[in-house]
């Protein structure tokens, strides 16, 4: 049996925001429906997600994580939009907070470093904590 047919709307700040959040060519919005299995209308600063009820609610979710990283002045890329989605559908929403940390240093080029999973942030809050941290895995994996 199907589930119930729902809408949702989210009304965006600014047309820039709203730009972010849909991608180029309106790339990320593909990336939502085929993720949830929803669709999406883009409309200016509007966007309409259209669905069965518990598929709209997670993309509603994914939308506010993503929202939450532009506040903090993230730029959205396809990694951080799949990481994003796959906690979302993991159940682990509520973690998405945590994904906007604050920056640990600039290179020399001026790109801030920022953990960019869960598990990175963990390992540098373990850093500032502990006097010696141990990492296990394979190499590469760091």
Do not use: W
């Not at 001026?110 to 941290?133: D, F, R």
């Amino acid at each position: 049996m199907k589930g119930i047919v729902t809408e949702q709307l989210i009304r965006f700040e600014n047309i820039e925001t709203a730009s972010a959040i849909y991608g180029s060519f309106d790339g990320h919005v593909k990336v939502l429906e085929q993720a949830f299995h929803i669709n999406v209308i883009p409309r200016g600063t509007d966007m309409k997600i259209a669905g069965e009820k518990e598929d709209v609610e997670q993309a509603v979710k994914a939308v506010n994580g993503l929202l939450l990283m532009l506040e903090k002045g993230e730029t959205l890329n396809e990694q951080n939009i799949d990481y994003v989605i796959s906690l979302v559908q993991e159940g682990n929403d509520d973690k998405l907070p945590l994904l906007t940390s604050d920056c640990l240093c600039i290179t020399a080029k001026g790109k801030p470093v920022k953990p960019k999973t869960i598990g990175q942030k963990q390992y540098v809050e373990a850093l500032e904590k502990n006097t010696v941290v141990f990492g296990i895995g394979p190499d590469g994996t760091g």
